[in-house]
């Protein structure tokens, strides 16, 4: 198999006193989707911090496109092709959708993601582009920040809790989306509390607990019961 796009061995974290990560190994390929699943508090959203620099990586090695991360500061990280769609989107409120969307362009790399791809990926957006962020529906929020993390054409998306507040109907409109991303060969990482939605939208599936793996495998090889298992019980990493 080719080389992996990503490849994190041994994360640990820790906030103060607090161990949040244990010893969290996996690797991703290009243009491959994963979903990493938990309860709350299960060490998703540290894991995603410790990728992106967030997070000092401590003895980790993270791996990306062949260069070792470590000791990078977020900025570098991000200029070398990963990008992150916060929880809670994060839009400056006093910025414009399309505005909003530039400053994600800025220090891009070059790559097929353009204010106009952004607008028909998600033609919304399109028509609001004047409004303040803030002035949109919490599913037009949720588009806006993930425009803006493709605006700086990275190879890898980290996306944490895509759905977070959102309707059901809000949620399929964003997800349906993913492909599109993907099929312009960026890679993906989702965090997700939905497991049915996990399975269905992703290719490998990380489930995690207490900060560590309970499983790992490909998303049509797991069951939905297995998958249970590992993020609430005591299931070994496959
Ligand atoms: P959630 O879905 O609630 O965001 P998560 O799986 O993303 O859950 P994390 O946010 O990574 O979980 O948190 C993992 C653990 O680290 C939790 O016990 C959390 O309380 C703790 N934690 C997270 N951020 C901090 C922080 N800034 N200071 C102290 N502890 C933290």
Known sequence: MSQPL???RDATAQYGAFQALFGV???LHAADVLAIVGANGAGKSTLLKTIT???PARDASVTFAGQDLSGLRPEMIHRKGIAMVPEGRRLFASLTVEENLQIGALGARTGPWSLEQV???FPDLAAKRRNLGTALSGGQQQMVAVGRALMSNPRLLLCDELSLGLSPKVVHDIYAA??????HGTALIIVEQDVHRAKASADRILC???GRVTLEGAADALSLDRIAEAYFGTEEAA
Do not use: C, N
Request: glycine share 4%; hydrophobic share 50%; no cysteine.
């Open 25 to 27: 190994s996996f690797t």
């Open 178 to 183: 993913l492909p599109q991303i993907r099929a």
């Open 53 to 55: 620099g967030l997070l």
């Open 208 to 210: 995690m607990q207490d």
């Open 6 to 8: 990503l490849e994190v």
């Open 119 to 121: 607008y028909d990926l």
